[in-house]
């Protein structure tokens, strides 16, 4: 069993920064592929960002690549996800999931997610 708690959340104007953390129980952490993922109210989640085991992989979608970096330090069992940029539309809950795999990849679909965190909300000013 996993449990995951994100942090960092916060309400922030438009072009600026804020770093979330998502800390990990249990010693497997290293073997999780790491994800986030957003929903803003009436909307459906979404992906944002994948880490895989070591992460030289990750993945990330369009709408926040070159703006959003994620992470991981496994020593920490802890994901990060450094926002810069942040726009209005980036204003959502955001969560922190853990997928076990028998190999090194990343994940975009959240139904292949063992492990979900309560969130974090992430407010954008304009």
């Known amino acids: 069993q996993v449990q995951l708690v994100e942090s960092g959340g916060g309400l922030v104007q438009a072009g600026g920064s804020l770093r979330l953390s998502c800390a990990a129980s249990?010693?497997?952490?290293?073997?999780?592929?790491m994800g986030w993922f957003r929903q803003a109210p009436g909307q459906e989640r979404e992906f944002v960002a994948a880490i895989s085991w070591t992460g030289v992989i990750t993945d990330y979608a369009d709408s926040v690549k070159g703006r959003f970096t994620i992470s991981r330090d496994n020593a920490k069992n802890t994901v990060y996800l450094q926002m810069n940029s942040l726009k209005p539309e980036d204003t959502a809950r955001y969560y922190c999931?853990?997928?076990?795999?028998?190999?090194?990849?990343?994940?975009?679909?959240?139904?292949?997610?063992?492990?979900w965190g309560q969130g974090t909300q992430v407010t954008v000013s304009s």
């Open positions: 999931a853990g997928a076990g795999t028998f190999y090194e990849a990343v994940l975009r679909s959240g139904s292949r997610y063992d492990y």
């Open positions: 249990g010693r497997t952490f290293s073997r999780y592929v």
